[in-house]
């Protein structure tokens, strides 16, 4: 089902015999998930991670449910080959669209962002706005957990269909982009919220620009922080904190591992070594 060269049958041994210091996993369709890497890095040091960007098929936030549910199999069934302890969904429109199907399927803990986001932004603020892919958006994943935590907030969702591919091609200050950003936030500037959620991991990388057309009351959320903070916490309550140092991240990507080594410069302040994952050629190939 795959071709990997290096990974394959490399932390078996920790799995089986000291699971603490098994890796996490997170994935993304591309560099959305180097801000949960970052916060990984931040409050979890003592991890060794195993990182993959789905960069053959990014964006996600255009797909439909039955194909995102198809990617996170493939990635999840990869996953577990690597002996993963656990997974971080660093993609909220996985998380949206697929977490509750998948989770059934596998094994593995496996982590949603969106909750977190969701309980971090009720502690906040009252009027909520939330900048998200056009499926995250659609799936009002995000206005039904906050919704459920506090019936009394309000909250207003934006699908961003343009954001992504600006910061995959690196335009993050491209002078289009923050046009493109006012015209997103627009509409919740309208609505003078208070409080505005990071729906999709992306778009942190565009913290600069979105904080220039917002007002300084306005408290940004980065669900990142907060959904590994919850690792943190299921880690202790599985028993699976590592204490031991970490073993150097690996990287992985169904697309071009030189471009995401060079884009990951940037994010990670050094050049990550990228290794390349296939998967069934049939199921990428149908899809582009
Ligand atoms: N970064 C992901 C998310 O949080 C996916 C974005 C995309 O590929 O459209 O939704």
Redesign the pocket.
């Known amino acids: 089902m795959y071709s990997s060269s290096i990974f394959e049958g490399n932390l078996h041994d920790f799995a089986d015999q000291e699971p603490q210091r098994a890796p996490i996993g997170i994935f ?3 560099v ?2 180097l801000t949960v890497l970052r916060q990984l890095y931040r409050q979890l040091p003592n991890e060794s991670i195993i990182y993959f960007g789905d960069t053959a098929r ?4 255009i797909r439909s449910k039955a194909e995102i549910i198809q990617f996170m199999r493939e990635i999840l069934t990869w996953m577990e080959k690597q002996g993963v302890k656990m997974v971080v969904m660093a ?3 996985s998380s949206a669209l697929a977490l509750e199907t998948v989770s059934e399927e596998f094994s593995l803990p496996i982590l949603d962002i969106i909750l977190p986001g969701a309980r971090a932004a009720v502690q906040q603020g009252r009027r909520i706005g939330v900048i998200a ?1 056009p499926a ?1 958006a659609k799936s009002n994943a995000y206005k039904h957990a906050i919704l459920e935590i506090d019936p009394n907030v309000q909250v207003w969702q934006v699908g961003c269909p343009e954001f ?1 591919p600006l910061i995959e091609q690196n335009r993050i200050h491209d002078p289009y982009t923050a046009e493109v950003a006012r015209a997103y936030l627009e509409p919740l500037l309208e609505k003078e919220i208070d409080t505005l959620v990071h729906g ?3 778009y942190p990388h565009l913290t600069p620009v979105l904080r220039s057309l917002l007002s300084s009351q306005v408290q940004l959320i980065d669900p990142a922080v907060h959904v590994v903070a919850a690792c943190a916490q299921e880690l202790d309550l599985l028993g699976l904190r590592n204490t031991h140092p970490p073993l150097p991240t690996r990287f992985a990507v169904s697309g071009c591992p030189q471009q995401f080594s060079q884009s990951g410069l940037q994010w990670l302040g050094y050049t990550p070594m990228v290794e390349e994952v296939c998967f069934t050629d049939t199921a990428i190939s149908q899809l582009q």
């Open positions: 993304d369709s591309g959305g998930g990014v964006p996600y936030g993609c909220n429109t892919t995250t992504v999709c991991t992306h």
